[in-house]
């Protein structure tokens, strides 16, 4: 398809399971952002991605947290030893460049910790 | 306090109505104002951009922002079901900062036939 692509969909993790989603970009397009957005909130920024550099990690909310994107493409948003409070959906957006165009965001994994 | 404040409703109206939702925001520094639409299990949508302050005006959806009061708001004329969703404001600084999205809570909108 033409949009971002997140997988999985949904995922259910037991307390302290490690976790590994998914995220692929228009094709073509070179930043890619990292969102996550609690039940009933508005997305929150976690990290961005300018091709393969990681410019703002700023909104990652603990060292268990870690994200990468080795060949400019396809991204990985880790958590590990996950706790309740990770239960979240998780966007992904890409732009063809920070400074021109505004993100398309996907349609999330929905993570719940049990 | 949230940097963006955002009314999370519900806001449940007729058909046809008008819609007015609105945000407010403290960090002066934002310049870009978007408004997006989110359908339960879905990702965001961007409805309405808008650069400063002004309006903007796309078929039946008008954006406003009035940088001098923190405030923006979005207007929806000739409501429909179709309508019914989140609305949620985003904000940025531009430059550097263009794609890293502020977001309100998002308020949920009801319109009923």
């Known amino acids: 398809g033409a949009g971002v692509s997140q997988s999985p969909r949904y995922k259910v993790a037991k307390r302290g399971q490690d976790v590994a989603l998914r995220c692929d970009p228009i094709s073509g397009h070179v930043s890619l952002f990292w969102y996550q957005q609690a039940l009933g909130q508005g997305p929150e920024f976690l990290t961005y991605?300018?091709?393969?550099?990681?410019?703002?990690k700023s909104g990652l909310p603990s060292d268990r947290f870690f994200a990468e994107r080795p060949e400019g493409s396809v991204s990985t948003l880790k958590i590990q030893r996950t706790q309740q409070e990770d239960s979240a959906v998780y966007l992904c957006a890409s732009s063809l460049d920070r400074g021109a165009s505004l993100p398309h965001f996907g349609n999330g994994t929905r993570l719940t910790v049990t | 306090q949230k940097e963006v404040e955002q009314d999370p409703g519900p806001l449940s109206v007729p058909e046809g109505a008008i819609v007015s939702l609105n945000c407010t925001y403290s960090n002066s520094a934002f310049q870009y104002f978007m408004w997006y639409r989110q359908y339960s299990r879905k990702g965001p949508e961007l409805l309405m951009y808008t650069y400063s302050s002004g309006n903007k005006e796309d078929g039946r959806f008008t954006a406003q922002v009035d940088k001098s009061s923190k405030y923006i708001s979005l207007f929806i004329r000739d409501s429909q079901p179709s309508d019914s969703a989140t609305y949620l404001c985003a904000m940025s600084g531009g430059g550097t900062s263009y794609g890293k999205l502020t977001f309100g809570q998002g308020t949920i909108l009801t319109v009923h036939p």
């Open positions: 991605f300018q091709n393969e550099a990681q410019l703002d």
